[in-house]
Nanobody, 118 residues
Framework: VQLQASGGGLVQAGESLRLSCAAS??????MGWFRQAPGKEREFVAG???????LYHRDSVKGRFTISGDNSKLIYLQMNGLRPEDTAVYYC???????????????WGKGTQVTVSS
C-alpha cells in the first residue's frame, strides 16, 4: 500500500496550492490530510469518508481549504488564502474503516512541504 502526496511548494501569503494524494494497492473508507509544523505535533486538517459522502475540515482552515476526491483512491486539498501559519509538511493518510478518530489512520504517506512566506 502506498500513499503518494504531491503539490507542495513555496508561495506567498494569500496565494493558493493544490495538493494531491494517490493511493495504490488498496481502497480506503477514510482518507485525510494532516500537517506538522516544526516543533509542533501533527494535526488533522481535512478528511473524507467515502461511504458517508462526508467532508471534515479543522476550524482554522474552514473557508480556505477544501478536501475533495475522485474516488476512494485519490484526494485533493485545495488551499486558498494561504497564511504563514499554514507552513508545514502535509501528509495524506488512509484507513480501511470509517474512522471516528482521525489520528488513528492506519496508512500514511510521505509528506510534501508547504511553505508560505509573508
Amino acid at each position: 500500500v502506498q500513499l503518494q502526496a504531491s503539490g507542495g511548494g513555496l508561495v506567498q501569503a494569500g496565494e493558493s496550492l493544490r495538493l494531491s494524494c494517490a493511493a495504490s494497492g488498496r481502497t480506503f473508507q477514510s482518507m485525510g490530510w494532516f500537517r506538522q509544523a516544526p516543533g509542533k505535533e501533527r494535526e488533522f486538517v481535512a478528511g473524507i469518508i467515502w461511504s458517508l459522502a462526508s467532508l471534515y475540515h479543522r476550524d482554522s482552515v474552514k473557508g480556505r481549504f477544501t478536501i475533495s476526491g475522485d474516488n476512494s483512491k485519490l484526494i485533493y486539498l485545495q488551499m486558498n488564502g494561504l497564511r504563514p501559519e499554514d507552513t508545514a509538511v502535509y501528509y495524506c493518510a488512509g484507513d480501511r474503516s470509517r474512522v471516528s478518530d482521525w489520528s488513528r489512520m492506519g496508512y500514511w504517506g510521505k509528506g510534501t512541504q508547504v511553505t508560505v512566506s509573508s
